[in-house]
């Protein structure tokens, strides 16, 4: 089964630094993978999707990676700013009929002016 | 900008009554999805709907049935209601019809509290 693991769990910084979150995943047979912002009491909003052949995806500050083989993606997040904190969830999509959308459990980002 | 819409933000309701939440795309996309959203739990997958009048259960549809009479339309139904589905309910959707490989949009969510 399945599994998303995201380290860590809660993340402080204070602004304009720069900062890795993780993301795992046991099971190398994915379609994709997909980083989601969520602010609080609010909905998930995507920044990023990574196809399975796909190494790396960029979008302004962001940028986010993939290892399929190693079963690890990170989401770099550069020159932080206060308006980035929020919860970034990773999701993957499987490779299999009957598909499974598995999310983590996220990382709660605070950038500290 | 796709937009998907849920039908309440909050929701109260008793134990055995039936709930409908409703969710709504205008994007005119295939897939639709129905998570539920808790602590320490993360987002797990309801049911999902890649084309109208069809479903496919995810990995907790115990409890809960769907309904897509339209394409725009994804219904969640609790037929009798129980404490343990109080939960954030959120709502998807994404455009391809057949390998779930694109983007999904989330509606911005239905707190339901069962008392």
């Known amino acids: 089964k399945q599994e998303v693991t995201q380290i860590p769990a809660a993340l402080s910084v204070p602004e304009g630094e720069n900062l890795v979150l993780n993301c795992s995943f046991t099971?190398?047979?994915?379609?994709?993978l997909q980083w989601f912002r969520q602010d609080p009491g609010k909905g998930l909003t995507s920044l990023l999707l990574?196809?399975?052949?796909?190494r790396e995806q960029t979008s302004g500050r962001l940028n986010a990676s993939l290892d399929k083989s190693s079963g690890r993606s990170t989401l770099y997040i550069a020159a932080s700013q206060p308006g980035d904190s929020a919860t970034y969830l990773c999701?993957?999509?499987?490779?299999?009929?009957?598909?499974?959308?598995?999310f983590g459990p996220g990382t709660r980002l605070s950038v500290l002016p | 900008d796709v937009k998907v819409t849920q039908s309440s933000r909050y929701l109260v309701k008793r134990t055995g009554e039936k709930v409908f939440l409703e969710c709504v795309q205008d994007?005119?996309?295939?897939?639709m999805f129905w998570y539920r959203q808790d602590p320490g739990l993360g987002l797990r997958l309801i049911y999902f709907?890649?084309?109208?009048?069809?479903?496919e259960k995810g990995d907790i549809p115990e409890g809960y049935s769907v309904s897509r009479e339209k394409k725009e339309r994804f219904s969640l139904i609790l037929e009798s209601a129980s404490t343990n589905q109080t939960s954030m309910y959120l709502c998807?959707?994404?455009?391809?019809?057949?390998?779930?490989?694109?983007?999904?949009?989330f509606g911005p969510g239905t707190r339901l509290t069962v008392l």
């Open positions: 998807a959707s994404s455009l391809d019809g057949t390998r779930f490989t694109d983007t999904q949009y």
């Open positions: 099971d190398s047979a994915i379609y994709n």
């Open positions: 990574i196809q399975s052949s796909q």
């Open positions: 999701a993957v999509y499987l490779d299999n009929y009957g598909q499974n959308f598995v």
């Open positions: 994007m005119d996309h295939e897939n």
């Open positions: 709907s890649y084309d109208v009048k069809m479903k």
